[in-house]
């Protein structure tokens, strides 16, 4: 995994992604790119 | 087809995968260009699954090949629909709905799906690197 840092790919870890970080995930020779946005989630009532 | 004339053809033909993914899943919230997928070298991208996770995307999606639009403010309904209500606006890409194809670019061209404004609700989707 990669995030973009300053317009250069940085080896990175999951943890270290916060809320608008561009990621890249290598998978099968290519890349899954993606923007980080910390999930939301919903609490049982 | 022979492999000559899949060159000629511009790598038309059968798509043989060497990767297919599981469903990933982007978050609501998510705006501008929220998934770019690069096949491997030599390779092509086939997107196989496209929805929303929830209810119909009040956001409207564009998928781009190369950066050619090749779909645009298409507004995303729910995994499992069968039936697209209002017609026009709304493609779901497979996830059991019978009549939207797959959609793949050539040999090193790059898929990327776009929203206009953050999207109201989770998007799921699927696909394959191969040639």
Redesign the interface.
Known sequence: MQKLIDGLWVECVYEDLIDGDLYKISVGGGWQQQTFITPIIEEAV | MSELLNSIAGGGGVFVA??A?KT?S?????T??????????G?R?LLTGLASGGVLQTSLTTITINGIDIITDAKLDQVGSTVIASGVDELVIGYSFPNQQSIYGGINEVLEIKTNVSTSAVTIYT?Q?GA
């Open positions: 060497s990767f993914s990933v982007i978050p609501l919230g998510s501008g260009t929220i998934t770019t997928l690069t096949p491997p070298a390779g991208v696909y690197f």
